[in-house]
């Protein structure tokens, strides 16, 4: 039976702070390539959201919170994260009428609520709209709000598995 006194479980003080064995805690900070990730991830994200109705994601603006992954004892990974991710959307709709004219929408996706523990239906999203028409900011929060889970989350899912296998 091993005590303390046993020179395997003894881990001697090192003055080169060297992790013996693995045993301890290693975290590897993953913030920057979680939020170079995402944004080439998203930012692919296109909303056919019909009648000549289209929207794209243009950018990640906010990226916040945290993202690692930690390894234990030098063979048990953990990918952990608490992000909220704010992205610039843009949009454009064309108009029914004599001229058919084609309006610019802006807004903004939020999602408030990514955590490596919740579920993939516990995401939380928020869709506004800054910049245009009245009627059609109108019309493209409601259809952007519909379509954004289904969209987002296959990209959210391989964030989460890529940050596991690091």
């Given amino acids: 039976m091993w005590d303390e006194k046993d020179p395997r479980w003894v881990v001697t ?9 693995g045993w301890h805690w290693q975290e590897k900070n993953c913030m920057g390539w979680g939020r170079e990730r995402l944004s080439e991830l998203l930012t692919s994200v296109t909303f056919e959201v019909g009648d ?3 929207a794209c994601v243009s950018e990640v603006t906010k990226f916040e919170g945290d993202a690692s992954v930690t390894l234990r004892k ?3 990974k953990f990918a952990v994260f608490d992000l909220s991710v704010t992205c610039s959307w843009k ?3 064309k108009t029914e009428g004599d001229d058919e004219t084609t309006k610019q929408v802006t807004g903004e996706i939020k999602l408030t609520e990514f955590s490596s523990t ?9 869709v506004t709209c800054s910049d245009g028409d009245a009627a059609a900011k109108d019309v493209f929060v409601k ?3 519909a379509a954004v889970q289904q969209a ?9 598995k890529e940050l596991a296998e690091m």
């Fill in 74 to 76: 030098g063979n048990k």
């Fill in 143 to 145: 259809k952007i709000k």
């Fill in 13 to 21: 003080e090192r003055h080169d702070g060297a992790n013996v064995n």
């Fill in 91 to 93: 949009g454009s709709v």
């Fill in 52 to 54: 000549g109705t289209t």
């Fill in 118 to 126: 919740n579920d993939e239906d516990e995401y939380e999203f928020a």
């Fill in 152 to 160: 987002w989350n296959p990209h959210l899912a391989t964030w989460v």
